[in-house]
């Protein structure tokens, strides 16, 4: 009995769907220039302990234009602005289910700055102070 599949039939689920949203993200963002935070200085409060699922994920481009968080569940978190850059940051939420991304505004200079992700669920949470950059 042959127990083989085609590859392609798996091509069209859902799953496929969610990883081409986040590949569509990270196209556009400078992915070479993007290093793990373990400073746990930026995210100050609700940042989940590392090894676990509720971990937050964070990582910043080395000249910190830009900082890109894995938030798994949706919560609150607080973070550091005033570690992250002495400049003004846009922030938008991005939805790896939808590949929709939601502006929020600029902000900056709050050592305590705290958002609250627009679910339950999983979403990606985009600071960058790079005017050209666009989300997708």
């Known amino acids: 009995m042959n127990t083989y599949v085609h590859y392609s039939i798996g091509l069209n689920t859902e799953g ?6 986040c590949f569509n993200l990270f ?24 090894g676990n699922i509720d971990y937050i994920c964070t990582a910043r481009a080395y000249d910190a234009s830009f900082y890109v968080m894995y938030i798994p569940a949706g919560c ?11 400049k003004r940051m846009r922030v938008h939420w991005y939805n790896p289910r939808t590949g929709k991304s939601i502006r929020i505004g600029h902000v900056g200079g709050d050592p305590r700055f705290g958002i609250v ?10 600071f960058d102070c790079v005017p050209e950059w666009q989300m997708p």
């Open 27 to 50: 196209d556009r963002l400078p992915l070479h220039q993007l290093i793990p935070d373990t400073t746990q200085n930026i995210i100050v409060s609700d940042g989940g302990q590392f």
């Open 76 to 86: 609150a978190i607080y973070v550091n602005l005033v570690e992250m850059s002495d």
């Open 117 to 126: 992700a627009p679910d339950d669920n999983d979403w990606l949470l985009i």
């Open 16 to 21: 496929i769907q969610f990883v081409s949203y």
